[in-house]
């Protein structure tokens, strides 16, 4: 099983200000299979950032991946108040697919 | 649209038997793998397994192999997340997630809203 290590585990940054999270796994990632996902409380999560760099659907350009083999960052490079949540990257190229045990961001 | 409506929040002692369900619409049900994840309360997301609809074919975490039962039943385009034998260790929130598209090696875009399941005495 590949398990992911995230860090750090609270980021809290002034709006405008530059995130940069990170999600180091135990083994290579098989072909790059490696996600991203926002939480906000009480919310299902929400995809923003599949095959390490591409972002899903609705993502503002703010938001980007990168990495490659067992280290994975994701960036946002202009926090936003809306931005606040848990982030949390997962593996699915092997099983059992994992997730790394989340970033909180908090927004000062 | 397409969307998974999970089914409502459940209260159940140890020891009893329960499923829960998510149902999808707006696309073909039995093309697309559906999986499953737990959080527990103030925890982080755990995949317990995924399922696809159209033969069956279920893949397990081994965290979760025999403790839960996936199934599918796509006449009502649903899926469904059973217990035989609760334990107040299930407290958890259980989501259940599509990918994009119908292959096998893709991220989650389409999310249920999630079932609360709480056990206790």
């Known amino acids: 099983e590949i398990v992911l290590t995230q860090s750090p585990g609270t980021l809290s940054l002034s709006p405008g200000e530059r995130a940069t999270l990170s999600c180091r796994a135990s083994q290579s990632v098989s072909s790059s299979y490696l996600a991203w996902y926002q939480q906000k409380p009480g919310q299902a999560p929400r995809l923003i950032i599949y095959?390490?760099?591409s972002r899903a659907t609705g993502i503002p350009d703010r938001f980007s991946g990168s990495g490659s083999g067992t280290d994975f960052t994701l960036t946002i490079s202009r926090l936003d108040s809306e931005d606040s949540a848990v982030y949390y990257c997962?593996?699915?190229?092997?099983?059992?697919?994992?997730f790394g045990q989340g970033t909180k961001v908090e927004i000062k | 649209e397409v969307q998974l409506v999970q089914s409502g929040a459940e209260v159940k002692k140890p020891g009893e038997s329960l499923k829960i369900s998510c149902e999808g619409s707006?696309?073909?049900?039995?093309?697309?793998?559906i999986g499953w994840v737990r959080q527990m309360p103030g925890k982080g997301l755990e995949w317990m397994g995924i399922?696809?609809?159209?033969?069956?074919?279920?893949r397990y975490s081994p965290s979760f192999q025999g403790q839960v039962t996936m199934s599918a039943d796509n006449s009502i385009t649903t899926a469904y997340l059973q217990w035989s034998s609760l334990k107040a260790s299930d407290t958890a929130m259980y989501y259940c997630?599509?990918?994009?598209?119908?292959?096998?090696?893709?991220?989650?875009?389409?999310w249920g809203q999630g079932t609360m399941v709480t056990v206790s005495s």
């Open positions: 707006g696309y073909t049900f039995a093309n697309y793998w």
């Open positions: 997630a599509r990918p994009s598209t119908t292959t096998y090696y893709d991220a989650f875009d389409i």
């Open positions: 399922i696809y609809p159209g033969d069956s074919d279920t």
């Open positions: 095959g390490t760099s």
């Open positions: 997962q593996q699915y190229g092997s099983s059992p697919r994992t």
